[in-house]
C-alpha cells in the first residue's frame, strides 16, 4: 500500500504516541521509579530507622542516684581503723557502679597502726573482686596517721549507665555493647580521657537517626556526655 507524504507523518506521530504513552504507563518506567512512598506524616523517607539493636526503657524523671541502700552498716566511729577502711571500700565501690551489692564483702591486710604504708583492700562486688588502693603517713606533729584511697578498679553496671544515659539524652532507645557488670581499670590513661571502650548508641527522635559513641566515665562512676555535642537538643 502506497501513503501520501501527509498520511505517512501522520501515521508515525501516532505510533510515537502510542509508545511513549506505554511506557509512561509500565510500572518499571521513569514516573514509578521517581516518585517517593509517602508517610502518614506526609514528609517522605528512603530509609527506616531500624530499633531493633536497642534496649527501650523509660526516661527517668530524675537523674538516677546511686541506690546504697543494700550496703553494710557503718561500723562507726568506735570501729578499728582496720574496719573502717574495710566498710570505706565496700562503699567506695559501691558508689561508683551506682547500686550496693548486699553480699559483697572486703579484706585489708594487716598494717602498722603507727607506722607509714601503701597496700591493696580487695573488695567483692557481685562476684568480682575490685582494687582499692589506701596509702598511711605517719604525721608526726599530731602523733598520728594521714591516709588516702583510691579506687584501683571499679564497676560499670550496664543498666545503671543506659538508664541515666536516657535521662540525660532524653530517649528511650540506646544500647551500650558490653556485659551486664564491666570491670573498668582505673589507670592513668582513664584518669587523663575517661574513655573505657564501649560504644554506645542512642537514637534521636528529633532527627529520627541512630548516634554512636564511645562512653565516658567520671571519676565517681557517672557517664561524662553532652547532649548537645551528639546533636540532641
Known amino acids: 500500500m502506497r501513503l501520501s507524504l501527509p498520511a505517512y ?22 514516573s514509578a521509579a521517581q516518585e517517593p512512598t509517602p508517610t502518614k506524616s506526609g514528609t517522605t523517607t528512603s530509609i527506616e530507622v531500624d530499633l531493633s539493636g536497642l534496649r527501650q526503657g ?69 562476684d568480682e573482686e575490685y582494687e582499692y588502693a589506701v596509702s598511711i603517713e605517719y604525721d608526726a606533729d599530731y602523733e598520728d596517721q ?22 540525660e539524652l532524653e530517649t528511650e532507645y540506646l544500647m551500650c555493647d558490653m556485659s551486664e557488670i564491666y570491670r573498668l581499670e582505673l589507670t592513668p590513661d582513664w584518669e587523663d580521657t575517661r574513655k573505657t571502650g564501649i560504644n554506645c548508641s542512642a537514637y534521636n527522635p528529633a532527627t529520627d537517626r541512630i548516634v554512636r559513641f564511645e562512653l565516658e566515665i567520671g571519676s565517681g562512676g557517672e557517664p561524662i556526655i553532652l547532649p548537645s555535642v551528639l546533636g540532641f537538643e
Open 9 to 30: 507523518v501522520a501515521a508515525l506521530f501516532f505510533l510515537a504516541t502510542a509508545a511513549c504513552s506505554d511506557q509512561a504507563n509500565s510500572p518499571d518506567g521513569p
Open 146 to 167: 594521714v591516709y588516702t584511697t583510691d579506687l584501683a578498679s571499679g564497676p560499670i553496671m550496664r543498666d545503671i549507665v543506659e538508664t541515666r544515659l536516657r535521662y
Open 58 to 126: 523509660e526516661i527517668p524523671a530524675a537523674y538516677p542516684e546511686s541506690d546504697l541502700s543494700d550496703l553494710a552498716p557503718d561500723p562507726g566511729n568506735f570501729a578499728s581503723f582496720h574496719d573502717q577502711l574495710e566498710w570505706e571500700a565496700m562503699e567506695e565501690t559501691a558508689e561508683f557502679a551506682g547500686i550496693a551489692d548486699p553480699d559483697a564483702s572486703s579484706r585489708c591486710p594487716s598494717f602498722d597502726s603507727s607506722g607509714s604504708e601503701e597496700f591493696t583492700c580487695m573488695v567483692e562486688f557481685f
